[in-house]
């Protein structure tokens, strides 16, 4: 059986998942099969297990809480990807790779033949590996071996519950499909409308779902009361909702939603008074004044100069793993200071020749990491807010997400990865939701006409 729940935001899924776990795991005392709770994120899992611990005060030792990637790598690719693919993996890896599509391919075709698995290409391994219909097993004997698989997985795994099914795509929600067509008891939670990387996956799968075998599929009822969406918020909000998934306030919270322009004298204030208290700020993407990352990101050498640096006879007295974070280090003092183009020189000269593609790749890699920005805020994206809250959140508006707060767009844009993301920015805060307008990000309309779309929205202005 396969239970399908959607809840929006605030409904307090986790506690809600975290109460049927203890249950089933109570219920099921005796039963010797493993109990799977399982997440998108680690802090997702974290929040899980607090959880749990907070209500019972111990982990259940048959309840095992794992992230998607874990659950796959570890119950179906690890032990049986050789088996039905001649693929062996041993390892997995989560760094960015590279955007072009050439070095992509080559870096995942090399991770492969050091037995490494991008987590890019864990879940369509996981169904590839238990999807007897798959074109990888196009005979009796290897159809047999599916079968061999997913026995074994029956026979060890008696429930799964997921929690926020709409970050998972097709491949892994068909994986989850398959198990639960074979007698293993799946409950699924989540909320299309906050599906930002796969904005249709999880919807399309629940439309699937009505369309199958009712006493194999249970597609329960939208959970629309949120425990956290204060009412003044949710008359918004609630614009980007379908109509069977509007929410109500459980506790009759008014809240307030109000907007501040950049020529307001108060509007640097504001945020330099906001993100002292740690508040919630956050915009769509990088842009203007804003960045949304501290740190640079990783660099991360080709695989094949990283075997070459770890063989250098110059540095062999070192430790092999220290010395590369040494380098890393070193790479990330330059970027501030130098061009990538010297820095690379520089390598060389110091270090090791690169061939013509550790060059090209390396050098995609640090301009990616060069921090150019002068930005005067450093803030949050709408994706790393997702499934956080704040009692006071600011939401810094841009010409592409205020078109889609006024709904001036063409009707094919609706439910699609940007009017999620607007759902999720406009949810997060319990009390009060501030729309920061910076003209700077506004190079096509007049603030005049942003403040008259709010007047119609009731969006009142800020007073501090």
Not at 74 to 84: A, Q, R, V
Not at 310 to 339: C, G, M, Q, W
Not at 397 to 424: A, C, F, G, Q, R
Request: charged residues 25%; hydrophobic residues 35%.
């Amino acid at each position: 059986m396969i239970e399908i729940q959607v809840a929006g935001a605030g409904a307090g899924k986790t506690f809600g998942l975290s109460e049927k776990l203890i249950n089933c795991a109570i219920l099921n005392a005796d039963c010797h099969k493993i109990i799977y709770a399982i997440t998108y994120t680690n802090s997702a899992k974290r929040k899980i297990n607090a959880t749990i611990l907070e209500r019972i005060g111990y982990i259940p030792t048959k309840l095992r809480i794992e992230t998607v990637h874990s659950f796959f790598l570890n119950e179906i690719i690890y032990p049986f990807s050789k088996f039905t693919t001649s693929e062996m993996y041993s390892n997995a890896v989560s760094f960015k790779l590279p955007d072009h599509i050439p070095f992509k391919k080559s870096k995942i075709n090399i991770l492969k033949k050091r037995n490494i698995i991008h987590n890019e290409e864990v879940f369509k391994k996981a169904k590839i590996i238990i999807d007897r219909n798959n074109s990888k097993h196009n005979n009796k004997f290897k159809k047999e071996k599916v079968d061999f698989i997913i026995s074994h997985i029956n026979s060890k795994i008696g429930h799964i519950f997921i929690d926020e099914c709409q970050d998972l795509d097709s491949d892994a929600l068909k994986a989850f499909d398959i198990l639960g067509l074979n007698n293993i008891n799946i409950y699924m939670i989540g909320d299309p409308k906050q599906a930002i990387k796969y904005p249709k996956d999880f919807n399309n799968f629940i439309n699937y779902s009505k369309k199958n075998d009712a006493e194999k599929y249970l597609i329960s009822e939208p959970n629309n009361t949120t425990k956290r969406i204060p009412s003044a918020i949710l008359k918004i909000s609630n614009l980007f909702c379908p109509s069977n998934q509007v929410q109500v306030n459980e506790y009759d919270n008014i809240g307030s939603i109000s907007y501040i322009t950049s020529v307001d004298d108060s509007f640097h204030n504001l945020i330099e008074h906001y993100k002292k208290l740690n508040k919630l700020i956050y915009i769509e993407k990088k842009q203007g004044n804003y960045e949304t990352h501290r740190d640079f990101k990783k660099i991360h050498f080709p695989l094949t100069l990283e075997d070459k640096l770890r063989n250098l006879p110059k540095y062999s007295h070192l430790d092999v793993d220290l010395f590369l974070s040494s380098l890393i280090l070193e790479l990330n003092e330059k970027l501030k200071k130098a061009t990538v183009k010297n820095i690379l020189i520089e390598f060389q000269k110091e270090y090791v020749a690169f061939d013509k593609y550790e060059y090209a790749e390396f050098n995609e890699t640090l301009e990616s990491c060069k921090n150019v920005s002068n930005s005067n805020y450093v803030v949050s994206s709408i994706d790393a807010v997702k499934g956080l809250e704040s009692d006071t959140c600011l939401f810094i508006l841009n010409e592409s997400m205020y078109k889609y707060l006024i709904k001036d767009i063409p009707k094919t844009s609706h439910n699609n990865k940007n009017w999620n993301k607007l759902y999720v920015a406009l949810t997060r805060s319990s009390e009060s939701l501030i729309l920061l307008v910076d003209k700077e990000l506004f190079p096509n309309v007049n603030l005049s006409i942003v403040e008259n779309s709010f007047a119609k929205l009731n969006i009142k202005k800020y007073i501090r």
